[in-house]
């Protein structure tokens, strides 16, 4: 299972003391690249082989707050991969507390936003999610 | 249904070129709380009485991209509330075109993050979110 | 003198429980922003027109804090121009104690990057530029 | 000289494809609480002296853009300590190209927002910060 290390800045904390919530998605996002990155696809691959990646949905659960110089641990893995749609699954702990569990859905566009056919345009990446699909079987939520 | 607006600022675009998908997080805060203080319970009334709110969860679907200047137009609703949780559901157009639709669930605690029985200790806002749960019943989702 | 209005929002603030430092940067590009659309020059016509005016410089000054809830009155105005170089001046009050005073400077590049003589090129953006400079002479800061 | 990496965020960046400009006062504050954590005086230890250190003014001059998954190199520094102020001062460079050059000023006041007399109530800081304001004399901007 793919981990990533966010320590919360101070700039991530709000008036009750604690992470502000917005940021997790961000966390998401950084855990999400690095993940990417470790499995041959990093970001700027991506964007020179002209696809882009939207993300179509998130969502997060909050079990216990973090706050400024927390060290947050980020299991990251592919969740679900058919050929269309790559879900994504996150779980957060801090000192062992499990801090958000979350998901996030996207899709695969070219640069005109239309929908990318991965299996025949970019096989490489298709087997890539397919074999990480199958292989972070592990249930993390 | 309560309607707020926000504008999209430059800052909360990215190198896509579209409006950053977390910063809708930060949008629902924002008509969250205007929502409440037009029923009656702006946030600083919360506070006051040692009310806390924490987001449990939030869930985002990104329908369309909005841009740098783009005016959101964000339905807001009590979608349910039976004594514990608190569910808001959120619509948000721009020009008629639906761009994001979203969900966050929050619970009661006091300042020592205890849970609070807010029929017995708050029965004002116990009677509020209940009636505007039942008269909010429009579907925004 | 131009005037623009921002209220602070719950996840502007910080673990201190005030507006976060570095929010104030934006505050003056919400500011700056409005102030341009009110002199005829709105953003998107400026990018229509193909021309960039990146931040070249920022400079902040704290005075007082602000929280959550708290409406910030930003006046804004033209401090300088030449013709090449743009500085703008804020001040930002709440309830008429002084919040923060601003400066920014920027400059006008076209989307190669290459400086762009304004007077020969963009003849009406500069002579309204002048004319602010001039007008716009109550110091605020 | 004290050194700090900052690995550009997607979601920092905005829609002209660069690191947003207000992004680099939040940069500040992580490579300056690394840089009080590196001498002996993380941020926790202040807080729980009850020392609180609000930032006065920033200053930031932008030498050329960065984007996301750069790799910032910043250099941070005691710039000038007398007993009162704490000047701080940051140079960021990207691949030996300047990105940003920034200054800060600090006070230190206690709980209620007094100014505190670190030579007297906290001999150890003061100390380490007059140390730190001589040896730190590379000039970096």
Redesign the interface.
């Known amino acids: 299972m793919h981990s990533y290390k966010h320590t919360v800045?101070?700039?991530e904390?709000?008036?009750?003391?604690?992470t502000?919530?917005?940021?997790y998605?961000?966390f998401m996002?950084?855990a999400r690249?690095d993940l990417l990155a470790s499995i041959g696809w990093?970001?700027?691959r991506l964007e020179k082989e002209g696809i882009?990646s939207?993300?179509?949905?998130?969502?997060?659960?909050?079990k216990t707050?973090s706050?400024?110089?927390d060290i947050l641990d980020i299991k990251v893995r592919v969740a679900e991969f058919k050929g269309v749609k790559l879900k994504i699954e996150y779980k957060m702990t801090c000192n062992d507390k499990v801090v958000c569990e979350a998901r996030s859905e996207h899709c695969f566009v070219n640069d005109k936003g239309m929908p990318i056919r991965l299996q025949k345009e970019f096989p490489d990446l298709y087997d890539c999610l397919i074999e990480h699909a199958q292989e972070d079987s592990g249930i993390i939520l």
Chains 1, 2, 3, 4 share one sequence.
């Not at 502000?20 to 940021?23: E, G, K, L, M, V």
């Not at 939207?54 to 909050?62: G, L």
């Open positions: 800045n101070y700039y904390t709000d008036k009750m003391g604690i502000h919530h917005s940021n998605v961000r996002e950084e690249i990093p970001y700027d882009i939207p993300v179509v949905a998130v969502e997060c659960r909050y707050p706050t400024f110089a």
